[in-house]
């Protein structure tokens, strides 16, 4: 089954299924995979942390506390930390014309909080597609583990 993440989503996976996400410019998709499982997820991230909001009302717009919810799902499914691999998709700067330092982008910023949340929980991460200028929609095969990517300027790539 195909089941859709949303801007500010996130949902786990089981052998058969394929999360899939559209339309990442700025944000972020985060896949998450345990091998021996077969268990797998995905966040699709805005920000990279609440702090950067007014009104808290849902934790997978942002990377801080939605990352953090969608590793604790996955070992309410029976995942470990230490079994999980980790792929990072997204974080472009979409205006390059007006943001001229790639460090003060969102889409920066979104990537390195998801590196330091992995980081912390020692969740390595295994392959990236990140940065540039372009937006990109992703698909992850939990049965495989593999990603394909899609983006108008890369054509598909696959980890």
Known sequence: MIIPIRIADANIAFEEDILKTIGLGSCVAVTLFDRERKIGGMIHFMLPSKMF????????????????????????????????????????????????????????????????????????????????????????TVKTGIIKITSYKMGEIQY
């Open 53 to 140: 909001s007014k009104a808290f009302f849902n934790p997978y717009k942002y990377c801080d506390t939605g990352l953090s919810n969608l590793i604790m799902q996955m070992e309410q499914f029976g995942s470990r930390k230490y079994r999980m691999e980790a792929k990072l998709i997204g974080g472009a700067n979409m205006f390059p014309v007006f943001i001229k330092n790639k460090e003060e982008s969102i889409g920066f910023r979104n990537v390195d909080m998801a590196k330091k949340i992995l980081r912390e929980n020692r969740i390595p991460v295994i392959a990236e597609d990140t940065g540039s200028d372009y937006s990109r929609s992703v698909e992850f």
